[in-house]
Structure formats: C-alpha cells, structure tokens
C-alpha cells in the first residue's frame, strides 16, 4: 500500500485531500501544527467513510511546524510520497507580508528537503493560481495557462498572500533544479477553492461565499476570477500520483472564472428570499471603502480586471471535468445555512 504524508491535513482543502486518498487506497500519515487537531480530522473522515473502513490502521498522525525542524524526518521514514499542502491563506492581507511570505517559503524548503533526506522522490504541492496571474497577460494570450508566472513587483503580483504562493513555488522548483533532481514535482495550482467543507472547521474561502449570503457588500465590484470545487482539487493531488505524465508539471485548477455579480446571481437564483445584492459599484467606491474593511482592500489590486485561468492541462492530462462554479457556490451556501453560519 502506498503511504502518502500529507502536511496541513487539518485544512479544508487538506481534510477533503485526506478523504479522497483514504478512499482510493492509500495509507495516510496526516501532519498538523498541533495534535489537538488529529481528533478533529478523524471525526471528519469517519462522518464521510463507510461504516467498517478500519481507519485507524490506515490513518495516522503526526505534529510538524512549518517554521521548525522537528520531526520531519521521522514523518517521512517509510513515505512514498509527499503532499504539501499546508500553507497560511488569509483574506485580508497582512500589514507585514512576511507574515505571510517566509512561512510559505521556508515551509516548503524544509518539506522538501527533509523529502531529499528521506529518499522520497515523488512531491505535490499545492501552490495557487496566484502564483500564475499575478502579472499582465502577456501578449498573444487569451487566458492565464501554466507557462506564466506571477511577478512579485507587479502590483496585482505584490500583494502578500500573490508574493508567498509565487515565491514557495519558485523556490520548490528551484530547489529540485539544483539540489534534488531526482525529486518527480507536479503543482496544483487552485483558483478560490469553493464547496461543502467536511466538517465545521474551514478556511477563509469559504467566507467569500459568506460575504455575499449576508449581503455585506450592497454593490460589488467589478472584477472575476476563477473557481474551482474543493473536491476537484483534492482529485488532482491524488490523480497527479497516479499519473506519470503529471511529473514535473504545473496544474491550474479551475472549474470557470465568474465576476462578482455572476456569482450573487447564482446564489439569488437559489435563495431567492436573501437579501443578496447583484448590483455592481462605482470603483471610486470599492477604493473607498477599502479605507475601513480590509478584506475589500485585498481586491483593489484586481479591481476592474477580468482573470480567465485556463485549466484546459488539467482536462487533457489528468482527465479532469470541473463541477461548475454555481453547483459549487449553491452547495457551500446550503452547508452554511444548514450548520447555522449566517445571519438570519
């Protein structure tokens, strides 16, 4: 049997990750940052795993930091492959991007390199579409692809969560360039990550969709960008071990970009009876409003911009067919309203 460590296995997209690998076979040695979390993780799969599974023989756990040397090595003994998917995603951007950016960095060196030290030559990493369209499409392009890359001094390519995604990957890349070539990296590179979470516990992506059921914002601003279902992302990690043609790849992962007004629509069309704007505001506005909420200044970077992130590899290399973004934003709002998450 395949033993898989997963970093970040507490996350949202890292429990649906976990969920989709225990499902398919493999034996999973899951990290969180704290081992109070491993009983949270648990009671997540046992809610979406069949009844007699024998998870605790496939299931375990151990306790990494991502800024500490600790136990990596003896979380990697006896690991076929690594998954790294723990990494800080905060929708509101920090007052110091180093916050942010040498977690993401040193992270994902110390996981590969404790991988180099282990023999482990098979790596996912999940990485971000941010780290692809955070620069101007270059010339002769229609849509953002795997080929680009962010610019950390571009304005839309600064912004700190943008800078971390881009520099932890480069840095991963780099890394098995010149000192573990023998390292097989693949990327998964998601747009906003929408969908039912597993359990109560959920990441910040989530709270766009909160945003707009709450009806916070009475105009939107004009801007799209992509999004993709949780469990298509935790299908491509586990799709990109099988897959020899994945190796030494990136995958954006996409299900379609949809603009702000898009997206309230769809969830207007299913909730007809929440006050859900769907009316687009004055840019002049969204700058100043930015001045007091700081989850609306994180968007003035792409304000005005429309972000197509191509996910047509995926499709042909991994065999991927995306959830529509609406079936995703449709679920995640019935999930919040049915667990008591939004104002009634």
Do not use: C
Not at 53 to 69: H, I, M, R
Not at 169 to 192: G, M
Request: charge should be neutral; proline fraction near 5%.
């Amino acid at each position: 049997m395949t033993k898989v460590l997963l970093t970040g296995a507490s996350g949202y997209i890292g429990k649906h990750i976990t969920l989709r690998l225990l499902s398919d076979g493999y034996e999973v040695r899951a990290s969180v940052r704290n081992s109070s979390k491993a009983e949270e993780v648990r009671e997540a799969m046992q809610a979406h795993l069949p009844d007699g599974f024998g998870l605790a023989t496939k299931l375990s756990f151990v306790e990494l930091d991502l800024e500490q040397d600790a136990g990596w090595d003896k979380a990697l003994e006896g690991v076929d492959v690594l998954i790294h998917s723990a990494s800080p995603f905060p929708i509101a951007s920090p007052k110091d991007e180093n916050e942010l950016v040498r977690p993401a960095v040193e992270g994902t060196l110390r996981a590969l390199r404790a991988a180099h030290k282990a023999g482990v030559k098979r790596v996912i990493l999940t990485s971000s579409v941010a780290a692809i369209y955070g620069t101007d499409l270059p010339h002769g392009k229609s849509e953002f692809d795997e080929t680009i890359w962010s610019d950390p001094e571009h304005i839309v390519g600064r912004v700190a969560y943008t800078k971390s995604k881009t520099l932890a990957e480069k840095a991963a890349w780099d890394f098995v360039k010149t000192e573990a070539p023998e390292i097989e990296l693949t990327t998964i590179n998601p747009s906003l990550v929408a969908g039912t979470p597993l359990d109560k516990n959920f990441g910040a992506s989530v709270s766009v969709v909160e945003r707009l059921m709450n009806g916070k914002d009475p105009v939107l601003p004009d801007m799209s960008f992509g999004i993709v279902d949780v469990k298509d992302v935790a299908a491509m990690h586990v799709k990109a071990i099988k897959i020899d043609a994945s190796k030494g790849q990136r995958f954006i992962a996409n299900g379609g970009s949809r603009t702000f007004i898009q997206m309230a629509k769809a969830l207007k069309a299913e909730f007809p009876s929440r006050r859900i704007p769907t009316g687009r505001a004055p840019s002049f506005l969204i700058r100043f409003l930015a001045l007091f909420d700081g989850e609306i200044k994180a968007v003035l970077p792409t304000l005005g911009k429309h972000i197509n992130p191509s996910s047509k590899k995926a499709q042909t290399v991994l065999g991927m067919n995306f959830i529509s973004p609406e079936t995703s934003l449709v679920e995640t709002a019935h999930y919040l309203v049915d667990n008591g998450f939004l104002q009634a």
